[in-house]
Antibody, heavy 120, light 107 residues
Framework: EVQLVESGGGSIQSGGSLRLACAAS????????MNWVRQAPGKGLEWVSY????????YYADSVKGRLTISRDNAKNSLYLQMSNLRAEDTAVYYC?????????????WGQGILVTVSS | SYELTQTLSVSVALGQTARITCEGD??????VHWYQQKSGQAPVLVIY???NRPSGIPERFSGSNSGNTATLTISRAQAGDEADYYC??????????FGGGTKLTVV
């Protein structure tokens, strides 16, 4: 089955660190661009970060630059998000999402999401 | 930075046609994608590159994009279509940009 499964979420105090993981299966992970997208409680979708298929190109939203780090391990079919110096406003459900085959920027496969709660 | 504006909510009668709009500066020159998010679930891509449906998405879902407005059209609306809908483009400076979302209610 083609799927993405996030793990590593939980509750953390402000200033703390957390590492999210996203396990891919059912498709050739190394051939796809990947993204992290988050959704604060009751709010809309916010793009967080992008990584291309070989990890050589990375982008971040301004709101997380310098605090969150995206990476991938194609040998393990896994995507990661290292989160440090966390703030209350980082509280959200975090989704990993696959970029489409066409390079047009659509996100054609999403994980179920993982909740990160940052308390002050 | 590029911004996308969506109406907060749209209401449609069962079996009628719903139109959800997404406004952005010259959005007609961008590839617009649409996502459906039902309560408590992850988003699902329903339209990509303005007017293309992924496998498994009903033909009732269609899209258009011209000028400053992109539109998601849902024909013969069903109760199961109730959800939040988000438009999205990929901008070279701000990268993935989402609209604020539209809540669709089927009455």
């Amino acid at each position: 089955e083609v799927q993405l499964v996030e793990s590593g979420g939980g509750s953390i105090q402000s200033g703390g660190s957390l590492r999210l993981a996203c396990a891919a299966s059912g498709f050739t992970f190394s051939g796809y661009e990947m993204n992290w997208v988050r959704q604060a409680p009751g709010k809309g979708l916010e793009w967080v970060s992008y990584i291309n298929s070989n990890g050589g190109t990375i982008y971040y939203a301004d709101s997380v630059k310098g605090r969150l780090t995206i990476s991938r391990d194609n040998a393990k079919n896994s995507l990661y998000l290292q989160m440090s110096n966390l703030r209350a406003e980082d509280t959200a459900v975090y989704y990993c999402a696959r970029g489409d085959d066409y390079g047009s920027g659509s996100l054609d496969l999403w994980g179920q999401g993982i909740l990160v709660t940052v308390s002050s | 930075s590029y911004e996308l504006t969506q109406t907060l909510s749209v209401s449609v009668a069962l079996g009628q046609t719903a139109r959800i709009t997404c406004e952005g500066d010259n959005i007609g020159s961008e590839n617009v994608h649409w996502y459906q998010q039902k309560s408590g679930q992850a988003p699902v891509l329903v339209i990509y590159r303005d007017n293309n449906r992924p496998s498994g998405i009903p033909e009732r879902f269609s899209g258009s994009n011209s000028g400053n407005t992109a539109t998601l059209t849902i024909s013969r609306a069903q109760a199961g279509d109730e959800a939040d809908y988000y438009c999205q483009v990929w901008d070279t400076t701000t990268h993935a940009v989402f609209g604020g979302g539209t809540k669709l209610t089927v009455v």
